[in-house]
């Protein structure tokens, strides 16, 4: 068990570009999660999949946000003309379907300049 | 209102101390009650989980959940300066989790 995994660890952009986060569950989860987090605060629930099938989405996520998990394994973040309040922690988790318990990976920590 | 309130702190200790961490909510519909440690910087992990009222104890912590106050406790005994962490509360329902902000605790030696 590798746990959850995430890329990049850290990620510095320009305002107005695009960027993509992935995320590998552990192997046998068959949900998977997305939070942004930003300092002195809780994650956020963001979105989350049940295999392929994308559940439940906040109202946090903008257009500019999108969530696939295309073959229910990895699952990609893409954040278009990012904006310099998209600066945060962005944390993935999976679970299996049924169950509380969700394991997070280490983040994606976006900085926007 | 936030659904999920928690003790903000910062908690400042000594080492050997008891330590009380406290959520309250609003969501009758949570089901499950989690608390997850988070150091500076990195993913939350996840230490207690539980769904049901009572007491859940895991070597020096205890998880508490009383459902008719809508009230969730995690005890740490015996506290260690490696305890030092931001604790979070989380509920959960049909899936998807709220969290608390976090109380920060630091366990001086």
């Known amino acids: 068990d590798t746990g959850v995994s995430q890329d990049p660890r850290h990620k510095i952009t320009k305002r107005g570009q695009n960027v993509t986060f992935r995320c590998d569950p552990i192997s046998e989860h068959n949900r998977l999660y997305w939070y942004r987090q930003t300092l002195g605060q809780g994650p956020e629930f963001l979105t989350y999949?049940?295999?392929?099938?994308?559940?439940?989405k906040s109202r946090l996520l903008s257009d500019r946000f999108s969530a696939e998990r295309p073959k229910g394994s990895f699952s990609t973040l893409e954040i278009q003309r990012t904006e310099q309040g998209d600066s945060a922690m962005y944390l993935c988790a999976s679970s299996l379907a049924g169950d509380g318990e969700q394991y997070f990976g280490p983040g994606t920590r976006l900085t926007v300049t | 209102q936030k659904e999920v309130e928690q003790d903000p702190g910062p908690l400042s200790v000594p080492e050997g101390a008891i330590v009380s961490l406290n959520c309250t909510y609003s969501n009758s519909a949570f089901q499950y009650f989690m608390w997850y440690r988070q150091y500076s910087r990195k993913g939350p992990e996840l230490l207690m989980y539980?769904?049901?009222?009572g007491n859940k104890e895991d070597g020096r912590f205890t998880a508490q959940v009383d459902k008719s106050s809508k009230y969730i406790s995690l005890f740490i005994r015996d506290s260690q300066p490696s305890d030092s962490a931001t604790y979070l509360c989380?509920?959960?329902?049909?899936?998807?989790?709220?969290f608390g902000d976090g109380t920060t605790l630091t366990v001086k030696p």
């Open positions: 999949f049940q295999n392929e099938a994308q559940l439940e």
């Open positions: 539980t769904y049901s009222s």
């Open positions: 989380a509920i959960t329902n049909a899936g998807k989790s709220t």
